[in-house]
DNA sequence: TTGTAGGCGTTATCAT
DNA sequence: ATGATAACGCCTACAA
């Protein structure tokens, strides 16, 4: 079934039928309705590689999901959808999973899809350096910070990772705990782990409390497992908290099983917190405190900018938006006592 | 910079460059070490578009999955990537959101990339109804069972739900629950949903136990959410029961919630059991007790039917694969009392 | 408003 | 082993 089917089947010209599937002035109202018709019945679909063969370029923005499965993603995915549908633009959302490079994915679809820009969710700047310059169009990076890299068409939009850690900290240690322990991301891999494990210190240095990386620190992948993994270490190494600081929703999940396994309850004997505000963290029993990040805001202000880039031509912008610290059951208020 | 260009480069006819960039024979030693090398410095790439256009087949293998974020569909598509990796076939992934038509789009991604065959990680029979038969390679259809499906083409490997339901009610029983509250999905719009509710329905008949749905079923989608408004639901409708069964372990998260929020704690007072074994449950605070779905098994099963379908034309079939009762935290031993 | 024809970059089918 | 050439399905001038 191909638009010459269309056109023997309705009468009339292929350049007709190609015209009124695409919407084009010039095709008088019978012989759209007439086409149309034909096309719906005969379950007619264009053929995208012919046409973006064809296609200098097209209507559509482009979005990179990477990360199956994360739900801030599918929660801005979800607004990113409101918002352009009110637009004349297309969306054409691709996923994929962790270990590619969201890049050289990108790169490609740019060269096959032709889309007027791209917004990445998430992402890691090693994979910027390495490929992004066979990229023209604007772009905006969302989650992840951007300024730092060199280039005149790549715009981001984040959360403070750095002040989103020190807030926690501080969250913490308004309620009276002094030694804090912190489990994260791998910082000298993930600039957002060390934005976090940064903004944590900052906090620290503040109150003038120890906080000693090798003592306090546990690093591993953002997952139940490692979160249980590193908990269960910072608690065999004998080190002694009242609190502990997950970088992740997930990782505190497994922690708070670890401190349980260890005779420790949340929150009686230890406060967790985590970062992100997973929707399951309030159904957690204890509910998990956490920073929610303004997965909305993220989304909405990331196509804000790309739209204006495309229109106007901005230039690039670095924006970071406003997050919520959810004080929740799995945070208690504690006598504060002399740090040891 | 197309093919065009680089026979012009090297001296070399178009097809003799098209056979040596695609590894095709009767290109001599020569020709395609000098091709490869053009193709190489001047940063070849070829148009996929074009040459998926002309392509009559590919050797790709497509695995469409419907549910991004579906933890269970992650662990398979592993499993698939590890044992298409080790034949000469190429995997073509392609996530799509819950609200599409995955037969839909399996049918343009036909036309346009003209895979070997298809694998399905979940699916609606009804979408299966509407579209499927415009494909006529060889599919598989995981998690969900197409053998009622008119399809000569198109095998599926399950879990058995209904004997998973059954068997999970059947272990509450036999720790001494006599009523047991059942929260899942919509019976009437999903196949597993109903499946999983008879499965219950038998366990109870079997025992002579009472089960009236109004009274003891909650239906919702598979979400947190839904499992909490469920068990809420339940509760508030003053009905008695000793444990509640969820067809699915983000709605037993949910439930859980639910019932501590109501004074009722597990497994003390209630005792709760989910269905897919999603890594989470283990990490809960009790772990939560369910039925664990053999992801790789039910993947591999999946890739090697595909594959001899392909190669040996074998005609489709429909398969189980086995399951496994995980009992822990969540489910508690209690007297049996006499049914009210 | 509609029809016709050329071409997008590639592969496939011939002939050489 | 290589070269020439006709498709693939669509869009887009341009002609009618």
């Not at 979160?227 to 609190?243: K, M």
Request: with cysteine.
């Amino acid at each position: 079934m191909t638009i010459k089917d269309l056109a023997q089947k309705t009468g009339y010209a292929v350049g007709t039928v190609s015209r009124a599937l695409n919407g084009h002035p010039n095709v008088s109202p019978k012989a759209r309705t007439i086409i149309l018709q034909a096309a719906k019945e005969s379950g007619f679909q264009l053929n995208t590689n012919a046409k973006q063969l064809k296609q200098t370029h097209s209507n559509a923005i482009l979005v990179v999901v990477k990360g199956v499965g994360n739900e801030l993603f599918s929660e801005m995915l979800e607004t990113i959808q409101r918002c352009v549908a009110q637009t004349r633009y297309q969306l054409l959302v691709d996923y994929m999973d962790e270990d590619m490079s969201e890049v050289a994915r990108a790169v490609r679809l740019c060269r096959e899809r032709k889309p007027l820009g791209v917004i990445f969710l998430g992402g890691s700047n090693q994979n910027f350096n390495k490929d992004f310059s066979a990229i023209d169009i604007p772009c905006v990076v969302v989650t992840n910070n951007a300024s730092t890299l060199p280039f005149a068409n790549l715009s981001s939009v984040t959360t403070d990772d750095r002040e989103v850690a020190r807030q926690a900290i501080e969250t913490m240690i308004a309620l009276g705990h002094r030694r804090i322990a912190v489990i994260g991301g791998d910082p000298t891999i993930s600039d957002t782990s060390r934005l976090r494990l940064e903004g944590c210190m900052d906090a620290f240095r503040a109150h003038g409390l120890p906080f000693d990386t090798a003592r306090d620190y546990r690093a591993g992948r953002y997952s139940w497992h490692n979160g249980y993994e590193a908990a269960q270490d910072l608690i065999r190494s004998g080190s002694r908290f009242t609190a502990i600081f997950a970088a992740a929703d997930v990782m505190a999940v497994g922690a708070i099983r670890a401190l349980w396994e260890n005779g420790l309850r949340v929150p009686r004997d230890v406060s967790v917190m985590g970062v992100d505000g997973l929707p399951l963290g309030s159904y957690l029993v204890p509910q998990l405190a956490t920073v929610i990040q303004d997965g909305t805001a993220l989304a909405k202000r990331g196509v804000e900018i790309l739209l204006r880039s495309i229109e106007e031509g901005t230039p690039a912008c670095h924006e970071t938006v406003p997050f919520r610290i959810a004080r929740r059951e799995s945070l208690r208020r504690i006598q504060a006592q002399g740090e040891t």
